[in-house]
């Protein structure tokens, strides 16, 4: 009897063992969210057809976003923008900073099967990038020349030391194409443009121009693992709205920009995770920028350009345009580049209504009630002259234009907006240098020599879109950036650019008003993501 | 085809060309006149001047306006319309690329607009003063005076956001197969949506005139005579008074072709469509104008196109004119 009950007894405690144990398992069963799984399709939203697929060419957002996932660079920038191995497994800086001498990965194969070497190197940066406006005119304006002793070496000479170069050698600013496909082609129209070969984690399956671009994992890809996804498929959805509804919809997974008003919604749903970053295909670290045309008599005198600051409440720009994405700009070079970044800078314009209006009373515009501000004894206008002004904006920053209108009308300055599609804006703002005042965004880049210099620097005022808008002249900040550019150490480079910011808010050619990130949304059932062009070469999908 | 017909013929023929050639000069006129460099939106931003410089070289850019005019009349004379800006390949190839997507969404708009249509009015005609009647002209006069982007928008909402019955965006499922009859079924569950919203306005303006024609055939004298001769409705209703009024209908639809591609540049921007109305879009954002002025001859041709076809079947269905 007790020898029954004692097997029954134990009988039970085994179930039951049994059934933690089963419990546990269960437990342990789904896989850690961080954990990638192989396989399954990504579709993302992109917002324009590529047109071709040779990103060396040309700076187009379009090309870059459809086909960076194809190729490669010699090194790819992190994301918080170090360089980090890519085709280059390492690299030594001579001669300081006039010799990089970059060893090349071993055993690379294009995407047909040839062996990649330093001659593709040579040959991209000799016979495509001089098509790349932003490389040609940077790394190639310095550039002496591209040696090659063996297949598995590179060597880049410099005229002079040259600082910046390894931030500019990613997949976005020189990608890597193949010698023995272009050689001896014209690169605009030869038929690999829409048949790529590169060496990148996907390779090209299909396109339907402004329908969608169908890659496929390319499982030679020389990073272990890399990539876990069977294929991404990138449908081109020209709206931002349209691709709301296709993310919630289920039709795509994936989007590389929310709209703020969109959002909380997305948010609350509960249905996505985000990506919020400072890196965008069309360039990294923007900031919203108000640029003074310097040759208007209007905007001579320095106390109406800080007053114009001060009667701005830059908070608000942030909450009801940004919806909160991104912060209020407190240097002239974006805190996405933390070395050239001027931590704590004094003397950047801080909203105070009072002040600005008793610094333009100073400056001779004096408001008679609530009317607009007019002119007596201002040096270069006429007495009587109502201190309006127009500003340019793009159909996409309109409610920035509509702001600012309303905050400068609180201190009596009349803001008539205009506004302009993109090329009309540049040939406008940089041609025929027929504006007041403007936005802009900015982009800074990785470093200030690709997006901050052009800014400032007076060889820079001219018909070159995004350059100097303001038309601002300081000997002594060209100088500076000129001996920034030599300067090969980072930490030798940060008091240069201090003191560049440091000039800068003294003069305020411009206000700074916002640096953007943009948040990228994609369903929570995927991970892995960078904001990098090489977006999804780590990502993975549970089914 | 007797003798007046191909002596019409004829003289359209002879009109054709010089109209196709005007409609290109003014466009030619039109993208040159409007503000904007195609090299500043190409090359975008921090490049050089000699960058731009070599760009403008490259295009033809630096040339006098004479003189490009003179060498697009050139090449299009040879059947060349030019390389894309931005793309750098053949726009004839572009284009051709791009417009059976086009052909697919109006044609089958058309020929919905058509057959609903004129069942509709029909239908509003024979209930003439009663509640169906009233319901068909109210709603037919709302769709009508809809702007095509809101009833695009309107339909992703209810017919494909809350029911979840169609896809909202492409073509294709990116996700599906492109081989099999399901490719196809595929397309057919896209083009719905979007076929739709380009119909309406077009259902509507065709249910219109179809119904103010029946109602006055059917109040005619002829009419009156056949029904009292015995004539079942359903003839009354086909042969006598349809076939009078479908002239009419035939012109309505062979005038709104130009109308169906203008929306169809709408439509295909609201669902994605892959079709030449958002190459067009796109080609003027970026000023790549011979990509532009591929698709104003394509969509010119076609519209004169549908003209003569119209007055050919207005021929065909009314027996009394003649051409000439």
Not at chain 2, 265 to 283: D, N, Q
Request: a negative charge.
């Amino acid at each position: 009897m007790i020898a029954r009950r004692l097997a029954v007894i134990i009988g039970a405690a085994a179930l039951m063992l049994a059934a933690c144990a089963d419990g546990a398992d269960e437990q342990a069963a789904p896989p850690a969210d961080d954990q990638p799984v192989r396989g399954g399709i990504l579709v993302a939203a992109i917002d324009s057809d590529p047109g071709h697929f040779n990103p060396a060419i040309t700076t187009s957002g379009a090309t870059h976003t459809g086909s960076e996932l194809i190729y490669n660079g010699l090194v790819e920038l992190d994301d918080n923008l170090e360089p980090q191995p890519e085709l280059a497994e390492s690299w030594d800086v001579e001669n300081d900073g006039a010799l990089y001498r970059f060893h090349l990965r071993d055993g690379v194969k294009w995407h047909d099967g040839q062996p990649f070497s330093s001659a593709d190197i040579k040959f991209t940066f000799d016979e495509l990038l001089p098509q790349h406006s932003r490389t040609k005119a940077s790394v190639l304006a310095t550039l002496q020349s591209i040696d090659t002793p063996n297949e598995q070496t590179v060597e880049f000479r410099f005229k002079e030391p040259y600082a910046p170069l390894l931030l500019q050698l990613n997949v976005t600013e020189a990608p890597i194409l193949p010698r023995h496909i272009y050689q001896g082609t014209d690169p605009r129209t030869n038929p690999a443009n829409l048949k790529p070969v590169g060496t990148g984690p996907f390779t090209l399956k299909s396109y339907t121009p402004d329908s969608q671009i169908e890659l496929a994992a390319n499982e030679n890809y020389f990073k272990p693992d890399q990539p876990y996804l069977d294929g991404v498929v990138m449908r081109i959805i020209p709206e931002r709205g349209n691709q709301m509804v296709a993310l919630e919809s289920g039709e795509v997974d994936w989007v590389f920009g929310v709209p703020g008003p969109d959002l909380s919604r997305l948010r609350d749903s509960g249905r996505y995770d985000f990506l919020t970053t400072g890196i965008n295909p069309g360039g990294s670290n923007c900031i919203m920028t108000v640029s003074f045309n310097l040759d208007r008599p209007m905007f001579g005198d320095v106390r109406v350009r800080r007053a114009i600051g001060q009667a701005l409440d830059r908070q608000q720009f942030l909450e009801r345009v940004q919806f909160g994405q991104g912060r209020v700009a407190e240097a002239p070079i974006s805190s996405g580049i933390p070395f050239a970044h001027a931590e704590g800078l004094q003397g950047m314009p801080t909203f105070d209504r009072a002040a600005a209006a008793q610094l333009l009373d100073e400056a001779g515009w004096r408001q008679d009630g609530d009317g607009t501000r007019v002119a007596g004894n201002v040096a270069g206008v006429p007495d009587g002259t109502a201190l309006a002004f127009d500003f340019l904006v793009y159909p996409t920053f309109t409610s920035y234009g509509d702001l600012l209108r309303a905050q400068l009308a609180e201190v009596g300055i009349e803001v008539r907006l205009r506004q302009l599609e993109p090329p009309v804006f540049a040939d406008t703002v940089f041609s025929n240098r027929d504006f007041d005042t403007n936005i802009i965004s900015y982009c800074n880049g990785a470093d200030p020599e690709i997006g901050v210099k052009r800014m400032y620097v007076s060889s820079s005022i001219g018909p070159v879109p995004f350059s100097n808008a303001a038309g601002y002249r300081n000997p002594d900040v060209d100088r500076l950036f000129d001996e920034s550019r030599i300067t090969v150490k980072g930490d030798a480079r940060t008091p240069i650019y201090r003191q560049i910011q440091e000039q800068l808010v003294r003069d305020l050619p411009y206000l700074w008003i916002v640096e953007t990130d943009s948040v990228r949304a994609f369903s929570r059932n995927c991970s892995g993501f960078s904001p990098s062009g090489h977006f999804a070469a780590a990502a993975f999908c549970r089914q | 085809m007797n003798g007046s017909h191909s002596h019409y013929l004829i003289r359209r023929a002879g009109q054709f060309i010089p109209t196709i050639a005007a409609i290109l000069l003014i466009g030619f006129l039109l993208i040159q006149l409007a503000p904007g460099d195609p090299v500043l939106a190409l090359a975008g931003d921090n490049g050089d001047a000699q960058y731009y410089a070599d760009m403008r070289a490259r295009f033809g850019l630096d040339e006098p306006l004479p003189v490009q005019l003179a060498k697009y009349a050139g090449n299009l004379v040879t059947g060349d319309l030019g390389t894309s800006y931005m793309q750098g390949r053949p726009v004839a190839e572009i284009i051709a690329e791009r417009l059976p997507a086009t052909v697919l969404l109006t044609a089958s708009a058309l020929l919905i607009s058509a057959l609903v249509g004129v069942a509709v009015g029909v239908y509003a005609a024979t209930r003439h003063n009663r509640l169906g009647d009233h319901v068909v002209t109210a709603t037919t006069l709302a769709v009508y005076a809809a702007p095509v982007f809101l009833l695009g928008q309107l339909a992703i909402l209810v017919l494909a956001l809350r029911t979840g019955w169609f896809p909202v965006q492409g073509m294709t499922d990116p996700r599906g197969d492109t081989t099999s009859l399901r490719a196809g079924i595929d397309v057919a569950h896209h083009l719905a949506l979007p076929m739709l919203v380009l119909a309406a306005q077009e259902v509507a303006a065709v249910a219109q005139i179809t119904r103010a024609g029946m109602v006055n055939e059917l109040g005619s004298d002829h009419v009156r005579t056949a029904r009292a001769k015995g004539v079942t409705e359903r003839v009354v209703l086909t042969r006598h008074a349809l076939r009078r009024v479908l002239p009419s209908v035939v012109t309505v639809l062979g005038e709104r072709v130009g109308h169906l591609v203008a929306g169809a540049v709408v439509v295909e921007a609201v669902f994605g469509w892959p079709g030449i109305g958002r190459l067009l879009v796109t080609a003027m954002q970026s000023r790549d104008i011979p990509i532009v002025m591929g698709v104003f001859l394509i969509v010119a041709v076609t519209v004169v196109i549908a003209n003569l076809l119209t007055d050919l079947l207005y021929v065909k269905l009314d027996p009394r004119v003649r051409l000439g």
